[in-house]
């Protein structure tokens, strides 16, 4: 199946600062996705985004599809952006396969 | 909020016990998907169904059922129960095109 790779596995930032996220897929794009993991436990969507560029609020992503790869930025990261961020992309059945995550943690 | 909602948000109970975990998709979506996330194992894909049928299957375990119901929610049924199975269990849905899939708050099972 699809190997899935984020990097890096853990992030430290001071409030204000940006961030970049990154995802390796092992096989062709098909329908990625991006979620923060909060505190709580909740896996909340941040972007559907199989290929290109969009953005909500202080976040957004890039997927090159042809590269195999997709970004995620976080700019003047605030303490409520700590959480775990995953990647998921489907299997040819819809499956999602997650990556292992990178452990967010903004300080005040 | 995604739309689907899962119930009960939290669950204790003993091993060799069984439970049943609800979940009721989006409007619309007629694929409901159950996953698993474990400290050690991460987040895994347990079973797809599809308008009642079953689609898919992961690494479930044979102590694990799940069915859909032509209202279409869905219910993951445990029995049997370890320690090892306490874990969150997330549902989630997507419309006909399985693409965006969107998950519920999840139920934390803990095995005591």
């Known amino acids: 199946g699809i190997q899935v790779e984020q990097s890096p596995p853990d992030l430290i930032l001071q409030e204000g600062a940006n961030s970049t996220l990154r995802c390796n897929f092992s096989?062709?794009?098909?329908?990625l996705q991006w979620f923060h993991q909060n505190p709580w436990g909740q896996l909340i969507n941040l972007f559907y985004?199989?290929?290109g560029t969009k953005q909500n609020g202080r976040l957004s992503a890039t997927t090159v599809a042809t590269e195999r790869y997709s970004l995620l930025y976080i700019s003047s990261s605030q303490t409520t952006d700590s959480g775990v961020y995953f990647c998921?992309?489907?299997?040819?059945?819809?499956?999602?396969?997650f990556g292992a995550g990178t452990q967010v943690v903004v300080t005040p | 909020d995604s739309g689907v909602t899962q119930t009960p948000k939290h669950l204790i109970t003993a091993t060799g016990q069984r439970v049943t975990l609800r979940c009721s998709p989006r409007?619309?979506?007629?694929?409901v998907y159950w996953y698993q996330q474990s400290l050690d194992q991460g987040l895994q894909f347990l079973i797809q169904?599809?308008?009642?049928?079953?689609?898919a299957k992961g690494n479930i375990l044979e102590r694990f059922s799940a069915q859909q119901f032509p209202d279409l929610h869905s219910e993951l049924n445990l029995s049997s129960l370890e320690l090892g199975d306490s874990a969150l269990y997330f549902c989630?849905?997507?419309?006909?095109?399985?693409?965006?899939?969107?998950f519920g708050p999840g139920t934390r099972l803990t095995v005591l």
């Open positions: 989630a849905s997507s419309g006909t095109s399985f693409n965006e899939q969107f």
């Open positions: 096989d062709s794009v098909n329908n």
């Open positions: 985004i199989p290929s």
């Open positions: 998921a992309d489907t299997d040819s059945w819809g499956k999602l396969q």
């Open positions: 409007s619309g979506d007629l694929s």
């Open positions: 169904y599809y308008n009642g049928e079953e689609r």
